[in-house]
């Protein structure tokens, strides 16, 4: 079922600002070198590739980026800064990859005002559940995050506040939007 992606632009046009918050694509199921050093698939490549397509598409590149460090989030950054090109200001950070909610809450709150857009790319349960905490429990596409996020999945949430001052269950979703989704 395909995603109507000039719906979702113009209902993400809505808002001030906004949050992506994205699980970091397919990746194999084990390395040598442990957890952290896990690699994209090809099909993880290609859902990287996908996903920051349709974000362009959209104009919904953000202004701010903060990544885990583990390589498989990086390596679906990697693939997307390919269309998403310079503009986005890059972060790496360990703590997304294994402080959980916490670190994901620190970067909202030290966002500064001038960011209208951040995406987060970390991993699962940490990113459905953030999304779950910032949004509005009463919009339709909430129980979809009690799924959890499926590789290259991003939460689309916006606010009018800047994000630093988001709050429990302050911003509405966008969208979920899921590789399967687009066209």
Not at 73 to 99: K, S
Not at 124 to 148: H, K, R, V, Y
Request: charged share 25%; net charge neutral.
């Amino acid at each position: 079922m395909a995603i109507d992606l000039k719906d979702v632009a113009a209902r993400a046009r809505r808002y001030g600002h906004l949050v992506l918050m994205m699980r970091h694509a397919k990746t194999e199921s084990s390395h040598a070198g442990g957890d952290a050093k896990r690699e994209l698939t090809d099909k993880g490549l290609k859902q990287a590739k996908a996903i920051a397509r349709a974000l362009s598409g959209m104009d919904l590149v953000p202004d701010r980026i903060a990544c885990s460090s583990a390589r498989r989030a990086e390596h679906t950054l990697e693939r997307m800064l390919r269309t998403f090109g310079d503009a986005p200001h890059v972060d790496y950070r360990r703590n997304l990859y294994d402080q959980g909610l916490s670190s994901v809450f620190d970067e909202l709150s030290t966002t500064k005002p001038k960011v209208h857009s951040l995406m987060i790319i970390g991993h699962e349960p940490t990113i459905s559940m953030a999304c779950q905490w910032i949004a509005d429990p009463e919009e339709p596409a909430f129980d979809e995050l009690n799924l959890g996020l499926s590789p290259a999945s991003v939460g689309i949430l916006g606010a009018d506040e800047p994000i630093a001052a988001w709050r429990e269950h302050g911003a509405h979703i966008v969208a979920v939007l899921k590789p399967k989704h687009l066209p």
